[in-house]
């Protein structure tokens, strides 16, 4: 059973481009969580879909970001016009059904704007 | 929203010896309490969860306790091995979102 996929797993951009990070969740899984991780933090909660569905968006800037999870597809988080302050390693997560808390992570795509 | 403090930041302790880990939180509507291991560039990896109507559990060298009233729990590793050197989070939450901590250093020192 494959786990969470990402890719890419590196990603550079040249500021004012657009960044989209990929996110297939475990085989069965229908709940997506994006996390972002500036160097030597924790990881900070940006968004909770579900197939067509954003249920919490709390964590996501007001500007320039955007995500999706389609019924067909992967999840995509997009970063529109991206600034250096955007480089971070960003971490999705599936669990597989409504209620169901434990969330496991794919390997993350570190971003580099340049 | 959840504020999560943990303690220490850096923990460095002798092969064989044990290691704890304290994580506070201040919603008390978290009922979901899992500790992450990660280590350099790698994925976050579960090692050990604990739900809120239960106060400890134990995985062979890994255990965490849970004391809801004083809103804290916290990782013990016993018997620690220079592969447990990592960065381990707590993330206290719920299905909706987990909310990390900063994050502890240890460092098993062969």
């Known amino acids: 059973n494959a786990g969470v996929m990402q890719n890419p797993r590196h990603l550079v951009r040249r500021r004012g481009q657009e960044a989209r990070l990929r996110c297939s969740p475990m085989k069965g899984h229908s709940h997506v969580y994006w996390y972002r991780q500036l160097p030597e933090e924790g990881l900070k909660f940006m968004v909770y879909?579900?197939?067509?569905?954003?249920?919490?968006e709390s964590g996501m800037p007001k500007e320039r970001f955007s995500a999706e999870f389609p019924k067909e597809g992967p999840s995509i988080l997009r970063i529109q016009q991206v600034v250096r302050g955007d480089s971070a390693a960003y971490f999705c997560?599936?669990?597989?059904?409504?209620?169901?808390?434990?969330?496991?992570f794919g390997p993350g795509t570190r971003l580099t704007v340049l | 929203g959840e504020n999560v403090e943990q303690h220490p930041s850096t923990l460095s302790v002798q092969e064989g010896d044990s290691a704890v880990i304290k994580c506070t939180y201040s919603?008390?509507?978290?009922?979901?309490f899992p500790w992450y291991k990660q280590e350099l560039g790698k994925r976050p990896q579960l090692i050990i969860d604990?739900?809120?109507?239960?106060g400890e559990k134990k995985d062979q060298r890994i255990a965490v306790t849970l004391n809801k009233t004083a809103k804290h729990f916290s990782l013990h590793i016993t018997e620690t091995q220079p592969e447990d050197s990592a960065v381990y989070f707590c993330?206290?939450?719920?299905?909706?979102?987990?909310?990390f901590g900063s994050g502890t250093q240890l460092t098993v020192l062969p």
């Open positions: 604990i739900r809120s109507n239960v």
């Open positions: 993330a206290p939450g719920s299905a909706r979102q987990l909310t």
């Open positions: 879909l579900q197939k067509e569905n954003i249920i919490d």
């Open positions: 997560a599936s669990s597989p059904f409504e209620g169901t808390d434990t969330q496991y």
């Open positions: 919603d008390s509507a978290s009922n979901y």
